[in-house]
């Protein structure tokens, strides 16, 4: 998923015994491709996503499912050749007719198939949380554009500023005193930002 052009990432969740397991999920935020190539952003991240697997901070997946067709799952397939991990089985699903794509082919199964009914399941749980992080991204975004016009307030404050709130609700809740807490920012720095904030909120 993207934000128009701009900030690319892949999710990843993970299911153990049919469950989501929430605590194992992960957002790649694509650093190595510059073109809107889903391809190999998917490459990409399963590379990074099996050097978590190596640091035990993730399970070994007894199986990856890709959310698309087999040029998607070809993709993931050669992330792991290059993460030395080809023993790990992959397959992906696409959406149209619920087809199956695996290294021998393509497979259907009976809609009403506890099988297929996880896969989708799986799919349908990468999505929402893929949604969800669209949308924290794209209010965190809307946040620093705003915030970028206050005089004074250079990168780093703007990085620890929006660490400590997420939106522009949460920074005028906070007030000028809940601002000072913030390292580096003065109190004429943050009476600057409340004003900043006012004067967006008139009609």
């Known amino acids: 998923s993207n934000l128009g052009s701009s900030h690319p990432y892949v999710s990843a969740v993970c299911f153990v015994d049919g469950a989501p397991s929430r605590k194992h999920y992960r957002v790649y935020g694509v650093k190595g491709v510059k073109s809107q190539n ?104 809307s946040l620093e554009g705003f915030l970028s016009s206050v005089k004074g307030l250079g990168p780093k404050r703007l990085q620890l500023l929006t660490t400590r709130y997420r939106t522009l609700e949460e920074l005028r809740r906070a007030g000028v005193e809940g601002l000072l807490v913030v390292p580096g920012i003065s109190r004429r720095l943050a009476e600057r930002i409340m004003e900043a904030i006012e004067e967006a909120r008139k009609p």
Do not use: N
């Not at 391809?39 to 697997?53: D, G, L, N, P, Y």
């Not at 499912?65 to 799952?73: A, F, T």
């Not at 021998?104 to 969800?132: C, I, M, T, Y």
């Open 38 to 141: 889903d391809f190999a952003m998917i490459r990409e991240a399963v590379v990074r996503h099996i050097k978590h697997v190596e640091r035990g901070e993730i399970p070994r997946p007894d199986l990856i499912l890709i959310d698309g067709g087999p040029v998607q799952r070809g993709y993931a397939v050669q992330a792991l050749r290059l993460a030395h991990a080809s023993d790990i089985p992959v397959v992906s699903l696409a959406k149209k007719y619920e087809t199956i794509y695996t290294g021998d082919g393509e497979l259907r199964l009976p809609l009403q198939s506890r099988a297929l009914q996880v896969l989708q399941h799986v799919r349908d749980e990468s999505h929402r949380f893929a949604l969800k992080h669209h949308r924290k991204k794209r209010g965190r975004v």
